[in-house]
Every structure is written in C-alpha cells, then in structure tokens.
C-alpha cells in the first residue's frame, strides 16, 4: 500500500517581529497587551519586509523542508501552495516557488481555503500520491497576512502575522506493514452560508470574532473526532496535537477534549499570531526540529477558516 509519508518539514519567519506594544504604538492603535494576550495568547508576530513577496517565504520554507528530507529540487514532482495571500491570481504562488527552486517538472498549483488551506493541500496531496501520480510533493501554506489587515479595525488587525511552513510527502510503499508511517487520513469540511462571518471584503479582512470563536470549537472537536473514529483510534493513542493557531482559548480546548496535557500540544500563536495557511506547518517543523516529535509519534492536525472551512489530518511520523 502506497503511504504519504513526511520525509522534511521547514518554516520561515520574516525577519522583523513586533510586540502587541510595537504594533499598537506603529499602527496608533487604541489596544493593550493585555486585552490581547489575555483573549488569544498572542504576544507577537512577524511582520513581511517591503517587497518580501509570499512566494519568497514559501521558498525558504520548501529549501528548508528539502534539506531536512535529504531531496533535491529536482526530484520534486508537484508543489500545492495554500495561501490566502497570494502574489498574484496568476501565475500561481506555487509556480512562482516552482522558478525560484529551479524546479523545470511536473506540476504546481495554489489552493483557497484560508485558514485551512493546509490541511486541505495535505489532503489532495496525499490523495495524488496514494493514486500514483507523484511521488514527491512539496505541501506549502505561506501567508503576507499582514497586507490584507485593515489597521483601523483593532478587532482583526492584532490577531495575524506572516510566515510560510512546508513538508515534502514522499510516496513509501508500506506494504503490508500493521502500523505504517505516513498521512493517515485526512478530513476536509466547508459551508458556504457561514462565509460572512469571516471574509476579504474590498481586499481586506472583515470577521465577526464571537461567531467564529463558536463555530471554531464545535467542528474543530467533530472534526477531531472523525479523524480519530475513521481510524479506529483512541485519544489516548494521539502524542500530539499540532493545531492551527489562532486563539490559545480555541487551541486549549482542542487539547482538554483530546485529554492531553499541554506540553503535547505545539503552540506557536504567542510568537507567530494566526499566520493562517502557514500556521500549521511551521508549528509542525519547529517541534520536528527541537526534537519534540520523534519518528513514529502519532500526530493530530486540525484547522478552521474563512469559507468557512475546517478539517483534521492524522499522520504518523
Ligand atoms: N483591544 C482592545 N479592545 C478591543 C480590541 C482590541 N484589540 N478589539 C476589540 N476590542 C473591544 C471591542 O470594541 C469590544 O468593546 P465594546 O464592548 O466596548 O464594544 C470588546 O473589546 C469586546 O469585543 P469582542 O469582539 O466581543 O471581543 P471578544 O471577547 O469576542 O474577543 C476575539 C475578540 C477576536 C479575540 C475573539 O472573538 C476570538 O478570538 N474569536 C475567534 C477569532 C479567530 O480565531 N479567528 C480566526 C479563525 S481562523
């Protein structure tokens, strides 16, 4: 049976980084780091330099993911980029990283599903490689998040940062193999009649926090559930969880539900804030990379977003 399996994480973080007092004071902002830390956890975040373009994030990122993986550019077969900030509607983000690897095959596309477009290209990806048509792909979630923020609207604008986070999903044949590694299952969900409460209105974020916040903890934890069921797994079976990170009240609840104490589950939204699509895997590549996630450590990912959409992803390292 052929498996996804991920054989490189990387993450990239712009190089400037602003406190919420940085960024009150910057944006003349009527707010404290009280009222934010206190509701979200968030204590900073990176902000992209001028003409630091989505596409330069998400390279850094896969280099780093390649070189972790041991892979060539060239051996890359596909990249699928989520992002809710792309460079430009076309050519796509994923076939502007594509140049910049120097990558000359194969194929590479963008996937729109906000804050769960990782998850989602996590799921195509491994659809694509269970089916045989690629053996290694480049799953990318970048984000210039902090382009699309109104800075009059105090209510989104402290919340998001930028970043870009990447594995390479290698093909394994695992043969017959009773605990394969690998993506194991993944779990994608949207309902369009909620696309109001979270959206890009006139090219900026528009979202109303307490009716997200709702929805957030309800089909994060059905999600979680589904993932867990469709895999004939306990909870206790998961080590950790590595959610997407927008609100340390939303990330704690996910962890209580599961019944893991909270050093098993990777938290990066007090440095990085929400960096959408990009969340995700530069959670998962700082905890691969200090050592925390080990070779064979049963994983649980899960996110929501604008669409809205929502998803859970399991993967065995
Ligand atoms: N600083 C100070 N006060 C602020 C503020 C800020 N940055 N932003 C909003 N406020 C004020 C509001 O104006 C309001 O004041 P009022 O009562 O005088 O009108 C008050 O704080 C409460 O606002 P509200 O939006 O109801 O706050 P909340 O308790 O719901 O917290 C969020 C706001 C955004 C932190 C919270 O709703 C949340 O985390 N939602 C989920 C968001 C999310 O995860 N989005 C991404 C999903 S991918």
């Known amino acids: 049976m052929i498996r996804a399996v991920i054989a490189g994480t990387g993450g990239y973080l712009p190089a400037r980084s602003l406190t919420n007092d940085e960024l009150a004071a910057e944006f003349n902002l009527d707010t404290s780091d009280a009222w934010i830390s206190e509701r979200t956890g968030i204590r900073r975040r990176h902000m992209a330099a001028p003409g630091e373009s989505t596409a330069d994030m998400a390279t850094a990122a896969c280099r780093a993911a390649l070189a972790q993986a041991g892979a060539e550019a060239s051996e890359v077969d596909a990249i699928i980029l989520a992002t809710a900030t792309p460079d430009s509607a076309f050519p796509s983000t994923a076939t502007r990283v594509q140049e910049k690897l120097g990558v000359t095959r194969g194929f590479s596309f963008d996937i729109s599903a906000a804050c769960t477009g990782f998850i989602y290209a996590v799921g195509v990806a491994d659809s694509m490689i269970r089916a045989g048509n690629c ?9 210039a998040f902090t382009r699309i923020l109104d800075w009059t609207d105090r209510g989104t604008c402290v919340l998001f940062g930028d970043g870009a986070g990447a594995v390479l999903l290698r093909a394994e044949d695992a043969g017959c193999a009773p605990n ?3 993506i194991l299952s993944t779990h994608l969900h949207s309902d369009g009649r909620h696309g109001d409460i979270l959206q890009v209105e006139g090219g900026l974020v528009r979202m ?3 009716e997200v916040f709702r929805h957030a903890v309800s089909k994060l934890a059905s999600a979680v559930d589904e993932a867990l069921a469709a895999n004939g797994l306990a909870k206790s079976d998961v080590q950790w969880l590595v959610p997407h990170q927008a609100n340390l009240r939303i990330i704690d609840a996910m962890g209580r539900k599961l019944g893991l104490p909270p050093e098993r ?3 990066t939204v007090d440095r990085h804030a929400n960096t ?3 969340s995700i895997p530069l959670a998962l590549a700082e905890a691969v990379r200090d050592g925390r996630i080990k070779a064979g450590d049963m994983v649980l990912m899960e996110a929501i977003g604008g669409g809205l959409t929502w998803g859970a992803a399991l993967a065995r390292f």
């Open 135 to 143: 053996r290694n792909v480049l799953v990318v979630g970048a984000e």
């Open 180 to 182: 394969p590694r690998g």
């Open 276 to 278: 959408s699509a990009a």
């Open 208 to 210: 109303a926090g307490r």
């Open 265 to 267: 589950v990777v938290v």
